[in-house]
Each structure stands twice: as C-alpha cells, then as structure tokens.
C-alpha cells in the first residue's frame, strides 16, 4: 500500500502528482481553435510515482507527458509516465528506490534499475523522433502517436550522455547542438558538446574541463558562437558524503562563461568572468560584430536550492536581462542590464528565427506583483525594436507555465502565429490548453481546450506538425 505523499510545498496544491494516465478522446473547447492550428503539442514535468526518499526536490520527480493533438478544431488528449528505468524498478517493488540528486541514499532493492534518467524536463521531436530530456542522461524516446516508452536514445549508439533538457535546434540547417555538464561521473568539471545533423546522426563530439563542476541547465547558442554559462550552483561529493546539500549555492565562485566559436573547438573557448548570478533559462542571444547579445531571464541566486550551509539562498525575483559580451574587450567580463522590472521565467521565441537580432519573445510574467517560482499570473510579449511589454493577466488565481510559440505557416512573419499555455484553473482546481492570438495577446485565450483534471506545474513542451 501506497503511504500519504509528505507535506511538502512542492507536493502540495498544483504541485502535487497527478499519479494517473488517461485519454480524452474529444477535450471539450471553449472559443473557436483556429483551422490552420494543425500541430501536436507535448508538455513535459516532474509527477513523483510514489512519496520521495528522504528530502524532496521538485526536478526529482519521474516525467509524465502530456499530448495534446489539435486539429479540425478539435483536441485529444493523452497522458503518460516515461517508463524509466527508475520508474519501472519502483513500479515492480511499490515503493521509490532512489534519489536522483543523492545516490548515497539510494535503496539497494533499486540497484539493478537501468540508470536511464528521468526523462522530465522537456521534450522535442527531432530526426523524426520524439526525445524527452533531463540532464543527467542520453535522451529517452518515446511514440509520438501513443506516448509509449521506447527507451534511451544514443544517436545511433555513438552517444553516452549526459544531455541537457534545452538542446538547440538551427532553424536554417536542422542541426542540433547540445551539451552535458558533470560528464565524466556525478559532480565532475567535465562537460561534452555534441551536434546531430538534421536526421539525428552524431557528426561531432568533444569534452572539456568547466572552472568547477555547476548545475549548468541551459547554454547560449547563436548563429556563429556557442555560450557555456558555468554559475556557481556547485555539485560537490564531499558534501553530499558528510550529510550536506548535494547541490548548493556557492557566490565565492563567481559566474564564468566560456564563448566558443561554432567553426572552432573547444580547444577555442575564452573564458569571461562576472558576478553571481544564476540563470536556468535563455530566451535568445545572436553576433552582432564582435559583440554577443544575449537576453536571459537571471535570478541573484539559484532558486530552489540551499546555501552550502543549508540555509535557504536570496534568489531575488527573476527579469529579462540582456548580456552584451565584447570579444574585442580584454578585460575578460560582460556588461548586464534588466531590460524590465516585472518578475518573469520560461522564456520562449518564434524558433524559425532563433540565433539571429529577433523582434520579440514570450514569457510567463507575474502581471499583479508576486508569483510563486513557477506559478506565474500573467503571459507577457517583449518587443526588443521599442522595449514595451504587452501582456495578458489571468483571472485570479490562476496560473500558466510557459508559452510556446506555434507561427500561423511556415513562411508567415516573425511573431505572426499562435501561444499556447498550460492553465491552472485554481477556482476549479484544473487546467486548460489555452491558445492566443500572439499578435492579440491582450485580448486574452481565443480558445481553451478544458481538461476534467490538473496537469502539474511543469516545465517544457514542444510541438510538431501533424502528418
């Protein structure tokens, strides 16, 4: 028998897991979805099969996706675990075995599990496969059709992992680019970076060594450089054998980023130097010249995890922040500003225009002032020609996720197309798929696909056109 889940914030409200898989053949919409919407839309997050060991942290949870295939103007639904290693492991012996973030407190009964990740973070279809990511590991496949799993992918058997969760895709070639912090064992310096071309065959493979080994959770990509961003959110095992946080905020460190150029190796990486800070999600960054401009939405302090003291970190709230790096400046640092003042996360672009000086982007914004780390009230639109936001606030109560960008056709305008949202209705205590006009933001949703039941706060989603 299953035991209560403890009662931990990031088990309880919209937090908590789901714990069931289900199909809706036809979801019931309010509004009008538009007919040209033809694509399949897959969110991805944490949902805990049982009560955690030990201390819980909200990134340890097993991944579930949730599909949803919008066309006619209609939606089916559809939900299912990544059926892991670890998942399937604790599924036959009815409890959880192990600690992604602590393997010394792992249970011997989980010993002979896979150690194939967990497959929670994101997901995306590229090479005609559907990947969920985490950043532990290889990605892990799953049918984009029945969300069955099909197990770790190796491109082909020539890749070990690990691999981020925010891979990024070249809008004009296909390719993938990709890298792997703490490559060579858990809390190691060692990072991979990897590209795939645009049928999913590894063409290049290289590692090299951080200034110290950091939770590195998303990196910078533009048309001529790659961005590593080494912040110091520390892994360190010596803490983790003493009883301390496994992971833990360390200022002392200072943030290193290391700029490589995309015809080079990492043999050519220079390293620049600037103060703490922590970002886990890039909007977009593009070369200007010798200048690298990027926009990011940067915490003081890494949310979610301790000092190394184990007291709780000052994260501060989180802005859009543009990062000007000068290759023909010596001095070696980068020059920071806030492009906003609103608290924002989760920040998505037209991706047909990913890597280049694009017009705008789309964040999951907190329009009335305060926002939990994830439940943010609002959908915000920031034009980088005029600086101006646009936004939509949502009833109170509610809350959204991140917004991603679906343009109206292929070939239509930057920014001409649709956002879809997950919703948590808290009135209801359910959720929404809702869609909006992204020329028309403020208008509110012009269609919610409305769900019986909550999907859990989560983290990302991708979509695909439907065949």
């Known amino acids: 028998m299953t035991s209560p889940y403890p009662d931990h914030p990031q088990l309880r409200g919209n937090y908590a897991p789901l714990r069931m898989e289900c199909d809706i053949d036809d979801v019931i919409v309010r509004g009008e979805l538009p007919r040209d919407l033809d694509v399949t839309y897959y969110r991805n997050g ?39 290693g670890k998942w399937k492991a604790e599924r036959r012996e009815g409890r959880s075995l192990i600690d992604p973030f602590n393997p010394v407190a792992d249970d011997p009964a989980g010993a002979d599990a896979e150690r194939d990740g967990l497959a929670n973070t994101n997901i995306v279809w590229h090479g005609g496969r559907l990947l969920a990511l985490e950043e532990g590991h290889a990605p892990f496949e799953m049918d984009p059709e029945t969300l069955d799993s099909i197990g770790a992918w190796r491109f082909g058997g020539d890749f070990e992992g690990p691999m981020t969760a925010h891979p990024k895709i070249d809008p004009g070639t296909g390719e993938m680019l990709f890298f792997g912090y703490m490559a060579s064992g858990m809390f190691s310096p060692h990072v991979g970076y990897q590209t795939v071309d645009a049928d999913g065959v590894l063409t290049r493979s290289e590692h090299f060594e951080a200034p110290f080994p950091s939770m590195m959770h998303d990196f910078i990509v533009t048309a001529e450089h790659v961005v590593f961003p080494v912040f110091p959110l520390t892994g360190d095992l010596e803490r983790a054998m003493a009883g301390d946080p496994p992971f833990a905020w360390e200022p002392d460190k200072g943030t290193r980023i290391g700029v490589m150029p995309r015809n080079g190796s990492v043999a050519d990486i220079r390293w620049f130097e600037t103060d703490p800070c922590y970002v886990y999600h890039s909007m977009n960054a593009y ?181």
């Open 287 to 467: 070369t200007d010249g010798n200048r690298i401009v990027a926009h990011v939405m940067q915490f003081d302090a890494a949310p979610l995890f301790p000092n190394v003291d184990g007291t709780p970190s000052e994260p501060g709230d989180p802005r859009l922040t543009e990062w000007v790096i000068d290759l023909a400046d010596n001095s070696n640092g980068i020059r920071r500003r806030f492009l906003d003042d609103v608290r924002g996360e989760f920040p998505r672009l037209d991706e047909r225009f990913a890597g280049t000086a694009c017009g705008q982007g789309f964040y999951a914004a907190s329009g009335n002032g305060d926002a939990d780390i994830v439940a943010f009230d609002a959908i915000a639109r920031h034009d980088f020609k005029t600086g101006r936001r646009t936004q939509y606030v949502l009833p109170d109560g509610d809350s959204t996720g991140e917004p991603v960008f679906v343009p109206r056709s292929p070939d239509a305008a930057e920014g001409d197309g649709y956002l879809l949202c997950m919703v948590h209705r808290a009135r209801e205590n359910r959720s929404d798929l809702a869609v909006f006009d992204a020329r028309t933001l403020a208008d509110g949703p012009i269609a919610c696909a409305e769900l019986p039941h909550r999907v859990p706060y989560g983290f990302h989603g991708n979509w695909k056109y439907n065949e």
């Open 46 to 84: 944490p949902d805990p099969q049982f009560p955690p060991r030990g201390d819980h942290h909200w990134f340890a949870g097993d991944g579930m996706l949730h599909m949803f295939r919008i066309q006619d103007g209609r939606v089916r639904y559809r939900n299912r675990w990544a059926r892991t």
